[in-house]
């Protein structure tokens, strides 16, 4: 294989430590203002991770964690209900023109393979799968019949399919069972992939093969530069159940994975909460960043109440800004279908806004280098009732524009919600010595 | 008259403070699962407000402040754009039933006293008004033309019509013409009421007269027992502006002002902002909590971003929720058309929706009693598969349920986003030792 031969490094991680400025860190530094030299001693302390297969070409490489913007992931795949490959191409690719930084394909159903590649021979974003999904739908054999070994070859399938990440649930055991049975939570287990493995060990009596085998999988994406994504199996599906024994049981062993990953120069993303209250998110990113020591951390809203359905983005947006001021670097995306559907193409529109509004909000409140700049610059442009210049720093320019002229306003310089009472309007005349007429 | 000889106190304040228990103060009581005994020592000392005109008939009142649920106010009224006030009174009917608390009446056109009774003679929700927009439409005089006796006829003229609060901007002063000016802010003041005085102060060379004649405005307050929400006129138009000299210095009055009132039994709320990064929200509260000894602070968004015209009501909820559990007590609404337009049906209904979950998260973590119970509902609907169970936890059970029928699963206990890899199927059959099946 031509591509490993020219490589003289595995991972990232690996030529960070060795010194070696790849391709992926130049290009991911200069994306955040950055010089390489700046980001290489994150890279190989694992601070920040590059998630870049070497098999995934299309690739645009970017970084996440610490000192970096915040990024965002969004979640599409097909599912037996809603199975047609091409509206979800479309979905992904709109996603990526709305600004996602990584696609996971969740895909539940039918021929995933083709499609998977389909995405690493097209997407520039970081594509994250979760292998234990794929497991059933691949040998087409239900979940009890499964073994270790096949879990653990849809790994290597995945890796070899040029996948820049996977989740993987190897934090839970099955000393995992009694404590669930054992703290009654409200919720169980709401992890897709951590409640097939708990199905899995339940019904054949086996340990958990992602964390019995973990060595083996470190091996394998080693080799292919498959970043780790530790997935959260016990996070809290409801406001009760959140940073209680289970959830802070199975951070202590993701903790111990993450080191045994940067043993063997492979890279980490630690997943997070979930259903969190406001006031216990902070405390959660703290001891995140403790216990695995500084490995990026990537979160699932949190949502900050239970009873929004429909409304999620919003939920996950706030909770998710307040998670990335405090520490997360990754934020998976909520659409307002979570709960109830699989997102259509406008769920996916309002996910991703409400994730990009609360990774620039957070990137603002923790000082990320030049990240208020635009905030500044649309700042000038209300000054100077610009309204064009509005345009150019909003986040969604098409839904701004489009709000203002269904509604126009009698007078070109001002809104319809305020007309010729309008403060800025006021003000300039005001401060230019000019009468303010109103009427 | 009548009504003010039953009465043997002047408003909620005195009457807490001799002990009195008022038939608003039990309504409001229950309505957070308190007694009266337990609420009147925070409305004597100002830590929490029930705004109440005398007159106004229909109100079922509420308090706002320390210990009690996050309250929510919408900002409706017609302007030149606008003009219909059919379709405005249809507007706050929806929002009352939205679930405001608070319905603030910021019309500046036409004939508005007519449609100011009508609020007052129909309306349960506490309205709110601000005399200063009202000043130019009922004189039909161009601002410069009016008199302070103008402006303070006017707030008698909104007491008398049984108005519960009205925002004045008493904290410029004449000197805050030149700060403004030194300080070279981006946005200047960005308050619509704050921009006309101080254009009216340049105009005409005199001080505020909200702030020269603010003892005879006590008394009308007074009289009516209308509760002063101390407007904020410097608050923060854009991040760059926030918690600067301008915004801070007028703080300091708002909190004299605030003891001026309570020295006459005048309940008070104060105002602010605005535009503020996530990382200086709590720090605005703990200051706005000091400098005014407690009273109820009223909080416009805040906006964590400044780039996503057509999404404020996200920014808003991220920066209320945060606002909220860190002291603010009453949250304004804000909709997908602020700085765009005056809002339709469906803006408010976004806005009064992102507004109810941010007051809603923030009442689950900082404790308020009770607060969580529906959400740990939700949480059991959720474990049983009960869709109708969760629809009547559900904020918005219409729309729930809507996108769940949109895209039907094809088993009826999941939903279209996992089928049968729904994990809490697999967790509910896993613990009961059923065999887990996903094909």
Redesign the interface.
């Known amino acids: 294989m031509n591509n490993k031969e020219e490589r003289k490094y595995k991972t990232q991680m690996e030529a960070a430590r060795r010194g070696i400025v790849t391709k992926e860190m130049t290009i991911a530094a200069a994306r955040e203002n950055m010089t390489a030299e700046e980001l290489i001693p994150l890279v190989a302390c694992g601070k920040v991770a590059i998630p870049a297969n070497r098999l995934h070409k299309s690739l645009d490489p970017r970084g996440i964690g610490s000192m970096l913007t915040t990024k965002i992931n969004v979640n599409l795949g097909v599912?037996?209900?809603?199975k047609d490959y091409g509206v979800e191409l479309e979905k992904v690719m709109s996603a990526v023109n709305m600004g996602a930084d990584a696609i996971m394909d969740l895909s539940?159903?039918g021929n995933t393979e083709p499609f998977r590649l389909k995405l690493v021979s097209d997407c520039p974003a970081m594509i994250g799968t979760v292998p234990v999904?794929d497991s059933?739908i691949h040998y087409?054999?239900?979940?009890?019949t499964l073994t270790a070994k096949d879990f653990i070859d849809v790994v290597r399938l995945h890796a070899e399919n040029g996948v820049d990440f996977v989740t993987l649930h190897c934090g839970i055991t099955r000393n995992t069972i009694s404590q669930?049975?054992k703290h009654k939570r409200?919720?169980?287990?709401?992890?897709?992939g951590?409640?097939?493995i708990?199905?899995?060990m339940?019904?054949t009596g086996n340990e958990n093969p992602f964390y019995e085998y973990y060595d083996e999988i470190l091996d394998i994406c080693r080799e292919y530069d498959v970043t780790v994504s530790l997935g959260d199996a016990c996070r809290p599906?409801?406001?009760?159940?959140a940073t209680d024994v289970c959830q802070t049981e199975e951070l202590v062993r993701l903790g111990e994975l993450t080191s045994r990953a940067w043993e063997k120069d492979v890279q980490v993303i630690v997943e997070g909460p979930g259903h969190v209250?406001?006031?216990q998110i902070a405390a959660n990113m703290k001891v995140q960043q403790s216990v695995c020591k500084g490995a990026p951390f990537y979160v699932l809203g949190p949502l900050?109440?239970?009873?929004?359905?429909?409304?999620d983005?919003?939920?996950a947006?706030?909770g998710g800004?307040?998670a990335a001021?405090n520490g997360a670097s990754f934020l998976c995306y909520v659409t307002?279908?979570?709960?109830?559907?699989?997102?259509?193409i406008e769920?996916v529109k309002q996910g991703i806004?409400?994730s990009r509004?609360?990774a620039?909000?957070?990137d603002?409140?923790?000082g990320v280098r030049g990240a208020?700049d635009?905030?500044?610059r649309?700042?000038?442009a209300?000054?100077a009732l610009d309204w064009d210049g509005?345009w150019k720093?909003?986040?969604?320019p098409e839904?701004?524009r489009?709000?203002?002229e269904?509604?126009?306003?009698?007078n070109d310089d001002t809104?319809?919600?305020?007309?010729?009472?309008?403060?800025?309007r006021?003000?300039?005349?005001?401060?230019r010595?000019e009468?303010?007429?109103?009427?």
């Open positions: 599912s037996r209900d809603c539940s159903h999904y059933v087409q054999r239900d979940l009890g669930i049975k409200k919720m169980n287990i709401v992890s897709r951590g409640s097939l708990f199905a899995w339940c019904m599906g409801c406001l009760a159940d209250p406001m006031d900050v109440t239970d009873i929004a359905p429909g409304y983005h919003i939920t947006a706030i800004a307040i001021m307002p279908a979570e709960h109830l559907a699989l997102p259509d769920d806004i409400a509004i609360a620039h909000a957070a603002i409140a923790k208020r635009i905030d500044d649309m700042a000038d209300r000054h509005q720093c909003a986040i969604d839904t701004a489009a709000i203002r269904s509604r126009k306003p009698e809104c319809s919600m305020c007309g010729k009472f309008c403060a800025v006021s003000m300039n005349k005001a401060l010595g009468a303010v007429d109103i009427l």
